[in-house]
């Protein structure tokens, strides 16, 4: 477990006035917090600077450890492609751009573009990386979540998985992954009832150090320990 420590985060969209300008806030190792706000206040925006995928305009902050981070309308985008596709992009940073690699060597080999060998390059690296025990842990993962034995995660596509299907699958995935810190957009998202439950029982046992962004108020109250409120470009 480790913390989540933001000092006077400052970011502006491009062309645009600040989204926020002054946000600190601190998330002890092993805490679920949650961050609220009105629609627009850059909830998931800032879960996009903590993960890398942003540049703040001001501000530091810092996260020890593994992070994972889900956004809001994972494996939403495309129901053509893998499941491998989906859930390379939940992994760690290093084996998230190897296994787009992967991707990219494979459709190459394909084309004809190349002839196998930058594919042969790719996998080793994949590989060398832990691409195989991750691999494990998304089959472990399917059959806990969704029932589902899958020999083969490039070639099962995301259309043969409901959206909640999808959404739990990457859910149990990362709950269960033992990272430090899980980095959660919308969680609850394309979830039923039972299956929100479940969520619920899955984030009061995960040891994860926990920031989420949910409208869901029930969920919130069970399971946040801490609350974050966006407002008037600050936070409290």
């Known amino acids: 477990m480790s913390s989540i420590v933001v000092s006077e985060l400052e970011y502006a969209p491009p062309g645009a006035d600040s989204l926020f300008f002054d946000v600190s806030f601190t998330v002890a190792p092993g805490e679920h917090a949650a961050i609220v706000g009105a ?14 995928e942003l540049e703040t305009d001001e501000g530091e902050f810092a996260l020890g450890g593994t992070v994972l981070r889900m956004t809001q309308d994972v494996g939403m985008s495309n129901p053509s492609d893998s499941l491998r596709d989906m859930l390379v992009e939940v992994a ?10 992967l991707h990219a060597a494979e459709a190459a080999m394909y084309s004809g573009e ?10 080793t690296h994949w590989g060398d990386l832990g691409g195989y025990e991750l691999e494990a842990q998304w089959a472990a993962a399917a059959k806990r979540s969704v029932k589902t034995d899958v ?17 739990r699958l990457v859910l149990d995935l990362l709950l269960n992954s033992g990272a430090d810190i899980l980095l959660l957009d919308e969680p609850d998202n394309y979830l039923d009832i039972p ?15 926990i920031l989420m962004v ?9 399971v946040a320990t801490k609350v974050i409120v966006i407002e008037g470009s600050g936070a409290w």
């Open 214 to 222: 949910s409208h869901d108020r029930t969920l919130l109250e069970r």
């Open 114 to 123: 190349d002839d196998g060998t930058g594919f042969a390059e790719a996998l």
């Open 39 to 52: 629609n627009g206040v850059g909830k998931s925006t800032i879960l996009r600077i903590l993960s890398g």
């Open 151 to 167: 020999e083969d995660f490039a070639t099962r596509l995301v259309g043969e998985l409901s959206g909640g299907e999808r959404k």
């Open 195 to 209: 299956t929100r439950l479940w969520l619920e029982d899955q984030l009061k046992a995960c040891r994860s150090t």
């Open 92 to 101: 760690p940073t290093a084996l998230r751009e190897a296994g787009r690699a």
